[in-house]
C-alpha cells in the first residue's frame, strides 16, 4: 500500500525560506511521476510542482524561480525548497502522485508579513 508522509511545514516570516519532505514508503517511488500541491483556505487544491521517474520537473508559473524540487531516491524521498515565500504561499501542502490518486494528509506552511 503507498503511503506518503509531508513533513517540514511552519511559520515563517516574508521572504524566509522552508523546505518540505514527502517520504514515500510500500512502493518505489523512483518509478512514479510525484508533486507538491497545495491548498489555501477557500481554494481548490492545486499543482506547485511534479517530478517524472526519469527527473524532469515542471512548476507553476506562480513558483518558478522560487521553488525547487527535488528527490533522493535512495531515501525514497521527496523535496520542495521554497524560498523568499511570500503571504500568499500560505496554505496546506501536499505530496501526492501525479495521477493524484495518492496523496499525504499534508503540512502547513504559514508565511506572515
Known amino acids: 500500500q503507498v503511503q506518503l508522509m509531508e513533513s517540514g511545514g511552519g511559520s515563517v516570516q516574508a521572504g524566509g525560506s522552508l523546505r518540505l519532505s514527502c517520504v514515500a514508503s510500500?512502493?518505489?517511488?523512483?518509478?512514479?511521476?510525484l508533486g507538491w500541491f497545495r491548498q489555501a483556505s477557500g481554494k481548490e487544491r492545486e499543482a506547485v510542482a511534479t517530478?517524472?521517474?526519469?527527473?524532469?520537473?515542471s512548476y507553476a508559473d506562480s513558483v518558478k524561480g522560487r521553488f525547487t524540487i527535488s528527490k533522493d531516491n535512495t531515501k525514497n524521498t521527496m523535496y520542495l525548497q521554497m524560498n523568499s515565500l511570500k503571504p500568499e504561499h500560505t496554505a496546506m501542502y501536499y505530496c501526492?502522485?501525479?495521477?493524484?490518486?495518492?496523496w499525504g494528509p499534508g503540512t502547513q506552511v504559514t508565511v506572515s508579513s
Open positions: 501526492g502522485t501525479c495521477n493524484k490518486v495518492s
Open positions: 510500500g512502493y518505489n517511488s523512483s518509478r512514479e511521476c
Open positions: 517530478i517524472d521517474s526519469y527527473g524532469s520537473t
